[in-house]
């Protein structure tokens, strides 16, 4: 089932309610010292619904100011192709994340996340051959995804409050689409949605988020000589905003 931008941002920033922005990233064949190959992570960001208002008036109004359609860190950091980030000056680009940064201080939010390895996963999907457990037949990416957001509902749940939880796409859509691989009618929208970045700004802060995850382990060793870029500096900002407020979904 479609559904509506309108419909949803309706719904999304009525006071009272849980708001959970799902990401992924990977480093996928790259040698980080200080984690094992090929690795997944996924990343949940928390909002109360009180502060979305705001935060989405704010990144539309920067982006319109800059010209671009949507905040995707990669792309702000390291711009490439026809990328419209590539005709924004370095000064605004570093001033785009810490605006992100600035948002998520100031709405108090928080971050889950999960991850896993090919070769963990190799060991996970083995033990469960003949068990009641899991299901050997998915594939790594998808299996974490489905752990993460099972986790993120059973949290939720008891919880004397809506909640939304909406997912980055895994393939392009035009639309925001219900997730029916889980029974969640309760969810706001009906169930976990699924949408294209452009047309969810709290799934572009998540995006900052994992990216900026990637950007510290990558570049930690700059980060420890302090000779990183400043838009380094700023592709980290959103996690150093947190604060501390985020966990493990194991």
């Known amino acids: 089932m479609c559904l ?6 309706a719904q999304l920033i009525r ?14 064949g790259q040698e980080v010292p200080e984690l094992v190959p090929d690795l997944r992570v996924v990343v949940g960001l928390e909002i109360a619904s009180d502060h979305y208002s705001e935060i989405r008036s704010r990144m539309i109004e920067r982006l319109e100011r800059l010209g671009v359609g949507e905040f995707h860190a990669a792309e ?3 711009p490439k ?7 924004v000056e370095y000064y605004e680009r570093v001033e785009a994340l810490s605006l992100l940064g600035a948002l998520i ?14 070769e963990d996963y190799s060991d996970i999907r083995s033990r ?11 594939d790594r990416n998808t299996a974490l995804k ?7 509902v059973l949290e939720h749940r008891e919880e004397n409050r809506p909640i ?3 997912v980055d796409q895994d393939r392009p859509r035009n639309s925001i689409v219900v997730d029916r691989s889980e029974d969640v009618p309760w969810l706001i929208g009906g169930g976990i949605l699924t949408a294209p970045s452009h047309l969810v700004h709290g799934i572009q802060i998540a995006d900052a988020l994992a990216y900026g995850i990637g950007r510290w382990f990558r570049k930690r060793g700059g980060f420890d000589m302090g000779t990183v870029s400043e838009l380094d500096k700023a592709a980290i900002g959103p996690l150093a905003a947190l604060n501390g407020r985020s966990s493990s979904l194991f």
């Open 76 to 78: 702000i950091v390291n």
């Open 4 to 9: 509506s931008l309108s419909q949803i941002d």
């Open 164 to 166: 939304a939880i909406l």
């Open 128 to 138: 469960m051959q003949g068990s009641r457990h899991g299901d050997p037949r998915l």
């Open 81 to 87: 192709g026809n990328s419209s980030w590539r005709n």
């Open 105 to 118: 201080e100031q709405a108090n939010a928080s971050m889950r996340y999960a991850w896993v390895s090919h």
């Open 15 to 28: 006071p009272g309610q849980t708001l959970v922005f799902v990401d992924e990233t990977e480093f996928q």
């Open 146 to 152: 489905r752990f993460a957001l099972r986790s993120l």
